[in-house]
């Protein structure tokens, strides 16, 4: 396994060699510096933040143990509900809304000591691809600020790039600097997308391995939260803290919590099959195509993994059966935002349906209201048939040829985007073009694979992922392979 | 593709999602719902025989241990937009 940034400041931070608090200073001053330049942060909680780094330091100079986390600064995606801490999700409808209790996910970091810095911009209720649907501004990617040494920013540049989205700031603050670690979710590429734009690693767990209570879900049978981090080492080391059985969330019944990763964590494994489709190339950018290639290539020469090429025909359906189930599903997702319970004011208490029609109106944004119309139409009696049955079919059919394509080889490779990161505006116009960049990702979740993005290459200053997608349940091995990969490509 | 989504079928639709969009923006809403539907019919030719899927788990009860939890209402409460004597007030429905 090649150095990991994670694993060093852990173990620095556990040894007495650098202290939470002053990990914490060093994400701070960075944020401080620089993130008016990023633009990743809803709200920061420094405050809060320095408080806990006290208690880690404490129990560390009193020999007491502590947890896996000790000392690692996170940043959460703001779908994730932080207790007294504002929940946007991105969007005007819940600009001041105060959760009222922890996720999950959050309780979970905290048992482990870890110190929650602040929440992080994304679409607006995550839906989108780039950032741009956040109500509240745009998150810039930080291959559009920093130079080479991750120092100089350059805030005056008129080429600002997205940095994928949904999760775009969870990404971007971990290339920035500002944190260790961050929190994010991803429902058809929400994790994948930025960290390949970015160039960090990032990790959609199977279907139903952490818990999503305490999420805004925007999509309940696609979406998991999941790590993001620089290197595999810390989505394997926050997985194995995030994930495991919440009876509070049925879809976790079964699942066993992901293991920490063990000292051979990343080592070669020989003779692993690895399925190569050729649809993930196709219509691929030939240079982003090319990068990936070259870097499987180099992988399997140095590791001894047998390259095997498959072909998946369904992945054609997946971005139809992705988005016609997505449209349904967070059409009845929003239904609870009316303004009444919580969520942006009503000006006017006249009737019911008008006054909570204006609300809606007024504070959903654009996206999310054609996700909404288009997942009413398609569920409505009339058309359920045409298009809402259809598209459940169309998953089994790329369900089922996934799961075959997994049983002749372990796992699957290929580019995480068919593109690199636009310019920010590009795409604005045209909402199917925007949907399609989703095409190499969204068939992980339309069959709740495990799935994660590696850095393989960079084509000028654009970073390019490497999707590694394994079989259900299969988290551990995936990231694992992960960092196997990452180590081979040598700290690309 | 079934018939072209009109005006009218967006109209009919965002007063079922309680929105009301303008008019431009039911022209323009209608345009897109056309175009990415059109696009989406490609799943016509997934095979009829093909079993729907809803989910990719097989269900399972999650029961939780047989013990009172106890919650601070008054977090809960702190997002009504109008409240009176500890209770939501809401417009009036008819």
């Known amino acids: 396994m090649k150095t990991s940034k994670t694993l060093s400041t852990t173990n620095a931070i556990k040894s007495g060699g650098l202290t939470a608090s002053a990990n914490l200073e060093a994400k701070i001053a960075r944020i401080e510096k620089y993130d008016s330049a990023v633009k990743a942060f809803i709200e920061t909680y420094f405050d809060d933040a320095r408080t806990a780094a006290k208690q880690v330091d404490a129990k560390i100079a009193a020999g007491k143990p502590v947890g896996k986390l000790a000392g690692l600064v996170v940043a959460v995606k703001n779908v994730l509900a932080v207790k007294d801490k504002k929940l946007t999700c991105a969007s005007k409808m819940l600009e001041n809304y105060v959760a009222p209790y922890d996720a999950a996910v959050i309780e979970k970091l905290q048992a482990e000591d870890a110190i929650i810095i602040g929440s992080l911009n994304c679409d607006e209720f995550a839906c989108g691809s780039d950032n741009t649907k956040s109500a509240f501004f745009a998150t810039v990617n930080p291959v559009s600020v920093f130079d080479e040494k991750g120092e100089i920013a350059n805030f005056s540049t008129s080429e600002k790039y997205v940095p994928g989205g949904s999760s775009g700031a969870s990404a971007a603050a971990v290339a920035a600097g500002f944190c260790d670690l961050a929190l994010a979710t991803d429902t058809g590429g929400s994790i994948r997308c930025p960290a390949a734009f970015c160039g960090v690693t990032g990790f959609k767990p199977t279907y139903g391995t952490v818990s999503r209570y305490g999420m805004a879900d925007m999509s309940m049978s696609f979406e998991q939260i999941g790590p993001m981090a620089p290197d595999a080492y810390g989505c394997a080391l926050l997985l194995s803290v995030i994930s495991g059985k919440d009876y509070r969330d049925s879809t976790t019944a079964k699942t066993i919590a992901v293991a920490s990763p063990a000292p051979d964590f990343g080592a070669a494994k020989n003779k692993i099959r690895i399925g190569v489709p050729k649809e993930y190339f196709e219509g691929a950018n030939p240079a982003v195509a090319k990068a990936v290639k070259d870097a499987i290539g180099r992988f399997a020469e140095k590791s001894g993994c047998e390259l095997v090429e498959i072909s998946i025909p369904a992945v054609k359906f997946g971005i139809p059966a992705y988005y016609l189930l997505v449209y349904s599903e967070f059409a009845s997702a929003m239904q609870k935002y009316d303004g009444l319970k919580y969520g942006a004011k009503p000006e006017s208490n006249d009737e019911l349906v008008p006054t909570v029609s204006k609300v809606r109106t007024a504070n959903i944004g654009k996206e999310c209201k054609r996700r909404i119309m288009l997942g009413t139409y398609i569920t409505t009696k009339e058309h359920k048939d045409a298009w809402y049955t259809k598209a459940l079919k169309a998953r089994a059919y790329v369900r089922q040829q996934f799961d075959d394509a997994l049983e002749k080889c372990e796992f699957i490779v290929g580019p995480t985007m068919p593109n690199l990161a636009w310019k920010i505006g590009e795409k604005a116009a045209d909402p199917l073009q925007a949907y399609l960049e989703d095409v190499l990702t969204v068939p992980a979740n339309l069959c709740g694979l495990p799935a994660g993005s590696v850095p393989c290459a960079k084509i000028g200053k654009l970073p390019v992922g490497l999707q590694v997608i394994g079989k259900r349940g299969a988290d551990y091995e995936t990231v694992s392979l992960m960092a196997q990969i990452e180590s081979s490509l040598n700290g690309c | ?94």
């Open chain 2, 1 to 94: 593709m079934e018939k072209k989504i009109t005006k009218q079928d967006i109209e009919r639709v965002a007063s079922i999602a309680r929105l009301s969009p303008s008019q431009d923006e039911l022209e323009g809403l209608a345009a897109d719902a056309n175009a990415i539907l059109e696009y989406f019919s490609l799943i016509d030719e997934i095979p009829d025989s093909v079993e729907p899927q809803t989910y990719v788990l097989s269900h399972e009860n999650a029961l939780r241990p047989d013990e009172e939890k106890k919650t601070d209402p008054k977090g809960i409460r702190r997002g009504f937009n109008r409240q009176q004597d500890n209770h939501m007030l809401a417009p009036k429905s008819f």
